[in-house]
């Protein structure tokens, strides 16, 4: 028999319609996602526990919980829940030790986990719960996600308060990611209602309450049952109907006190102990801090256990019932209590040679030992840098700074862990107190390294420039050393953003050459990323830049030089050999890279750009659209990009017009144009005026238009580069607009990408020879785009038949015309827009009719989701609150279902649903 992992009491009402879905997803044939979110107290542990108590005792659990209170050990969450289930003793240690392993490699410690998961689930149906993952460390968070790919009957729940998530912390967007990426039930426990209330007390109490008792108690606790069970803890056995003639406690921190009242003095030492100790307190650890024998521990503790206020989750591991008590305790507890007890636990730890060194600072600080603190953040930034955790690293140099706040060493870690979990606000402003601090040229000259990088995403090439300058100032004194040589790196990388092909390869092979006297692999490595980086920005250099760039990610994969490996293929997985499939692999690679490296914003931020340029390769614009809108919430800006802090930007805007969600389009180009702050950027910026020129057309400004198209041929003129589908969208834009095509010539003569010319050229010219009158050669130009077998994305390969299409309808040749429409149609299948407007608007003047839907295949994963509650029989208001979506959302929603099926109510949805549901 399960025993709960929480000591909830058995009370659960007001939760019916949440546990069946979760019941549902746990009878399904494929592995499922749910997220519970809740204030706390709000039920979501009792949930979970009834939700278990449900299944056969033989199905697979695994239950694990996070601690609060202290920085998070890596794969905390799997650790615990391997200690509650009951299967464990089958597990390989091996694959335990792999995980727990700080040397090994953060990829290899996921995976192992990940083996962890699959042996202890299977055979299903299985359950995988990871709780309060808002105090969850970011590894467990990383876990979590991997497992949703899994296969296997299975069912993956999370628990959060939703209040509680930071935008520092890990969890941040895995929600939204899980989103884009699955089918993601979502329960949102509300709070009880005035009759809910009323059922509770009658449930814990055996008697229907008064209707007064009811509605006092549902006001001050506000239907929290966490808050109401405490209260009624606290009344005893006093009849429940005087709450109303008497005091009550107004809060639960009263509430709580009131419970700490009644124990005996040995008693209060342990649960005060345990509340300063964490979530699990160890046996041995609890006796040497409350100074009990052994004996007069477990008296205790058994005592304590009895009356409810604490539970026992493991062997010689004890916890409190609910979190909110040991916050409240803790809370009370006058600061010298708590010192002293900091104290107590901080010898323990020191004593025994603990390498936990951040629960070693945690206890520390609390003991107001900052030396002892500083010295186990110093130890402890090493050890998460190097496992690839910078969440963890820059959270214990935080807590050093705290005390040190000039501590050279402690800046440099914290600005660099910053930098790599995306965090570039508090980058930038350790990375400059790091240059105040500095008292050497190589110390002033590492600062300046990564202050120039920063300059960079934040979206200021000027700023860039100006620190560039300052480092080659700094290093002229410096002799040929370490600090030197990594400098020339940064200055090649520099002037490789800055688009000076030139330059940025001198200073590449400078650090190359410095890099091998001096046996730095991380220096020469780094010249060669960037000399091929700058090298495929030119034609006549792309071979060679593919080259170096292959070779690098090679050799910096060989050499442990992870960020390198990623940022090299990060600059070169869109330019291999091949197609989608090896660009994917490609880009696969990458985000392990980065993942090892403990680079947040590449293996967050550049994957999920590459994951919607491959959705838009094949051909599917609502894909590409979602990973967009999914990374967009994290913190942007990183390698080639000018688009400052809004990475995704200009792409997302490109792909709103595509759509015809032009408002939307017009926020995201205004923030692009209110991030373009130096005179370089404004200068040779392609892409913005682009955007701009693409919208006005849209809107039907031409005159605005036209403005706007001398800027991006002034900047075509500087950089000498437009490049293959941002040419033909311009050229579509115009003329949709009436512009005349002489005004757009410019445009197609100015392409000279090295890999796309002809497909993308032929198609550019047909569009100016199709507006000129010359239909024979338009003809001919795009029959030309389309036969290349690979080089057009699909949208512009769909665009390039409809242009055969048209050619022919002007030619008379109707059959010939249908059957270029129909060969357009696959390559718009799932995209949407002004391309499928052309189409729909062919068709007609072809008499043609549209393919019939594809079914469900049409519908997205949301639309999916509220097609399966709508079966159910929810109104527009419950969907709201059950996917965390407006009402007006949720109508979009069910009429975009409507649409798609070709259905006309709820009714024949629900129908259509149930058709699909296999028997049971």
Not at 133 to 161: K, M, N
Not at 717 to 724: E, I, K, L
Not at 738 to 746: K, S, V
Request: charged share 25%.
């Amino acid at each position: 028999m399960r025993a709960s992992r929480s000591g909830m009491s058995q009370v659960m009402v007001g939760r019916d319609d949440e546990l069946r879905r979760l019941r549902r997803l746990v009878d399904g044939a494929e592995p499922s996602i749910a997220m519970l979110g809740g204030e706390p107290g709000i039920g979501k542990s009792r949930l979970v526990q009834e939700l278990i108590a449900g299944l056969p005792e033989s199905a697979p659990v695994l239950d694990g919980q996070a601690d609060p209170g202290t920085l998070s050990r890596p794969f905390e969450l799997l650790l615990d829940a391997i200690d509650s289930c009951n299967r464990s003793e089958l597990l390989d240690p091996e694959l335990l030790r792999v995980v727990t392993d700080a040397s090994r490699s953060m990829i290899d410690r996921i995976q192992a986990g990940l083996e962890i998961v699959r042996l202890l689930t299977t055979p299903g149906p299985s359950i995988v719960v990871f709780e309060d993952l808002h105090w969850a460390d970011s590894e467990s968070v990383a876990l979590f996600e991997r497992i949703a790919e899994l296969p296997g009957e299975r069912l993956l729940v999370g628990t959060y308060r939703p209040d509680e998530v930071t935008r520092r912390h890990p969890l941040a967007d895995l929600l939204t990611r899980l989103e884009r990426r699955y089918t993601v039930t979502n329960v949102r426990l509300e709070r009880l209602s005035l009759a809910d209330t009323s059922m509770f007390l009658k449930s814990a109490t055996g008697r229907p309450p008064a209707y007064r008792t009811a509605l006092s108690l549902h006001n001050r606790t506000g239907g929290n049952p966490f808050f109401l069970e405490e209260l009624l803890k606290a009344n005893g056995e006093a009849d429940l109907d005087t709450l109303c003639d008497r005091p009550l406690p107004w809060n639960i921190a009263e509430a709580l006190r009131r419970q700490v009242d009644d124990l005996d003095a040995a008693e209060k030492r342990i649960v005060e102990a345990a509340a300063v100790l964490g979530r699990k307190v160890p046996f041995d650890l609890l006796a040497a801090v409350t100074g009990f024998d052994e004996n007069e521990l477990i008296e205790g503790l058994r005592d304590l256990v009895r009356r409810g206020l604490m539970v026992e989750t493991g062997d010689d591991e004890f916890s409190f019932r609910h979190a909110l008590t040991r916050e409240a305790l803790v809370d009370e507890m006058l600061a010298r209590q708590r010192r002293r007890l900091h104290e107590l636990a901080l010898e323990t730890l020191l004593s025994t040679g603990s390498k936990d060194y951040a629960l070693v600072a945690h206890h520390a600080r609390g003991a107001g030992r900052y030396l002892d603190m500083v010295e186990a953040a110093r130890r402890g930034l090493v050890v998460y840098l190097a496992m690839g955790s910078p969440y963890q690293a820059l959270q214990l140099a935080e807590m050093g700074l705290d005390e040190l706040p000039d501590d050279v060493e402690l800046l440099s870690c914290g600005a660099r862990a910053a930098w790599l979990a995306g965090l570039l606000d508090d980058a930038h402003e350790l990375g400059q107190r790091w240059l105040d601090a500095a008292t050497t040229g190589e110390e002033r000259a590492d600062a300046l390294r990564l202050l120039v990088r920063l300059s960079w995403e934040v979206g200021s090439s000027g700023s860039m420039q100006q620190r560039a300058a300052e480092l080659r100032r700094e290093i002229a004194h410096l002799d040929d050393g370490p600090a030197k040589a990594h400098a020339y790196a940064a200055i090649a990388q520099a002037y490789m953003l800055h688009d000076d092909t030139e330059r940025a390869v001198a200073w590449a092979d400078m650090a190359i050459a410095l890099g091998e006297e001096l046996g730095l692999p991380a220096v020469w490595l780094a010249g060669k990323v960037e000399k091929g980086s700058a090298l495929v920005n030119v034609a006549a250099g792309v071979d060679e830049g593919v080259k170096l760039l292959n070779e690098a990610a090679q050799e910096a994969e060989e050499a442990g030089e992870w960020l390198l490996a990623a940022r090299s293929l990060n600059n070169l997985y869109n330019l291999l050999p091949g197609g989608p499939a090896d660009w994917a692999a490609a880009l696969e690679r990458m985000r392990t890279f980065a993942e090892r490296a403990g680079f947040e914003s590449l293996a967050v931020a550049a994957y999920f750009q590459g994951r919607a340029r491959l959705a838009v390769q094949a051909g599917n614009l609502g894909a590409a659209l979602a990973e967009l809108e999914a990374a967009r919430r994290r913190d942007r800006g990183l390698l080639r990009t000018r688009n400052g802090s809004d990475y995704h930007g200009v792409l997302f805007a490109g792909l709103l017009l595509e759509a015809g969600e032009l408002d939307k389009a017009d926020i995201v180009i205004r923030g692009l144009i209110e991030q373009s702050t130096d005179a370089y950027t404004m200068l040779t910026q392609t892409s913005v005026p682009g955007l701009q020129f693409h919208l006005a057309c849209r809107l039907g400004r031409t005159e605005q238009a036209r403005e706007l198209l001398r800027t991006v041929l002034d900047a075509v003129r500087v950089t000498g580069v437009t490049g293959r589908d941002f040419a033909h969208d311009l050229i579509s834009a115009g003329l949709a607009a009436g512009l005349a095509a002489d005004e757009l010539r410019p445009i197609a003569a100015a392409i000279d990408d090295p890999l796309f010319d002809d497909a993308y050229r032929w198609l550019a010219d047909a569009q100016i020879a199709e507006a000129a009158g010359d239909t024979k050669d338009a003809l001919r130009l795009y029959r030309a785009a389309v036969a290349e077998p690979t080089l057009l994305l699909p949208p512009h390969r769909g665009t390039g038949h409809l242009g055969v299409a048209r050619c022919l309808l002007a030619l008379a040749d109707l059959e010939a015309a249908r059957t270029a429409v129909r060969a357009a149609e696959p390559h718009l299948a799932r995209w949407a827009g002004w391309r499928v407007a052309e189409l729909t608007g062919l068709r007609g003047r072809l008499g043609m009719t549209a393919p019939t839907a594809a079914g469900d295949q049409s519908l997205t994963p949301r639309e999916r989701e509220v097609a399966v509650l709508l079966a159910e029989g929810l109104t527009n208001a419950e969907l709201a609150r059950r996917l965390y979506i407006s009402p007006r959302t949720a109508a979009v929603h069910v009429s975009n279902i409507l649409s798609k099926l070709n259905l006309e109510s709820r009714t024949q949805i629900a129908a259509w649903v149930k058709s699909r549901t296999p028997a049971k």
